[in-house]
């Protein structure tokens, strides 16, 4: 099956800095990859996500890349604020024949 | 608009009591289900999902079951509690469909077996 792992488990960085997160998966037959973001004590809930067709993808601060040979997908959060503070978790799945599996999870904490 | 609706949000349960955590979702119809748990510092475990009623499959073999008596409603249940049972037991729901990758959870219940 499916094996995600997810880098750094903890991430601290000053507010206004970037922050990068990152995700190895296993299994060259996956081809949608999510991200999760769950702040303390609440649900997780989707942020962004990325299919394999496409390299790179972009929601105002928030960014995901993708490289398919390397089997390897990136978290980017620009320009970071305390409420980006949170748990975040990355996933892979194969559509149509898979669940999702998940990371570990990186606790982001954002100093002001 | 769908919503998601877990219960209880706490519990404290003595080894070897019995467990029932009920999750249901309205304003949609056949939604797949899913329950996961989470340890600390072990990420999103996947434990049950459910595509229509009456179909369970477990992905992880334990003292656990699930069950969806009717179309949007699912219980996870226990005979008897384990002390490594505890953990954060989050239920979650998707789509069918092309878009049944993304889940939506709902607030969990912190499950402390003591």
């Known amino acids: 099956g499916e094996n995600v792992e997810q880098h750094p488990s903890t991430l601290s960085v000053q507010e206004g800095d970037s922050a990068v997160i990152k995700c190895t998966y296993s299994d060259s037959a996956s081809n949608y990859f999510p991200w999760y973001k769950q702040e303390l004590g609440k649900r997780p809930q989707l942020i962004i996500d990325?299919?394999?067709?496409?390299g790179e993808k972009k929601d105002q601060r928030i960014a995901v890349t993708l490289n398919k040979t390397a089997k390897h997908f990136s978290l980017h959060i620009t320009e970071t604020q305390p409420e980006d503070s949170a748990v975040y978790f990355c996933?892979?799945?194969?559509?149509?024949?898979?669940?999702?599996?998940f990371g570990k999870g990186t606790m982001l904490l954002v100093s002001p | 608009s769908q919503t998601i609706h877990q219960w209880p949000a706490t519990l404290v349960q003595p080894v070897g009591s019995p467990l029932s955590l009920e999750c249901t979702v309205e304003?949609?119809?056949?939604?797949?289900l899913y329950w996961y748990r989470q340890a600390a510092g072990r990420g999103l475990q996947l434990l049950f999902y459910s595509v229509g009623i009456g179909q369970i499959s477990s992905e992880v073999p334990q003292n656990l079951s699930a069950s969806r008596p009717q179309d949007r409603q699912f219980i996870l249940s226990s005979k008897k509690l384990l002390l490594s049972d505890s953990g954060f037991y989050l239920c979650?729901?998707?789509?069918?469909?092309?878009?049944?990758?993304?889940?939506?959870f709902g607030s969990g219940t912190q499950l402390s077996v003591l």
């Open positions: 304003g949609t119809s056949n939604p797949n």
């Open positions: 979650a729901w998707s789509v069918q469909g092309p878009a049944y990758e993304k889940l939506f």
């Open positions: 996933a892979a799945s194969r559509s149509g024949y898979s669940t999702l599996t």
């Open positions: 990325i299919r394999s067709n496409v």
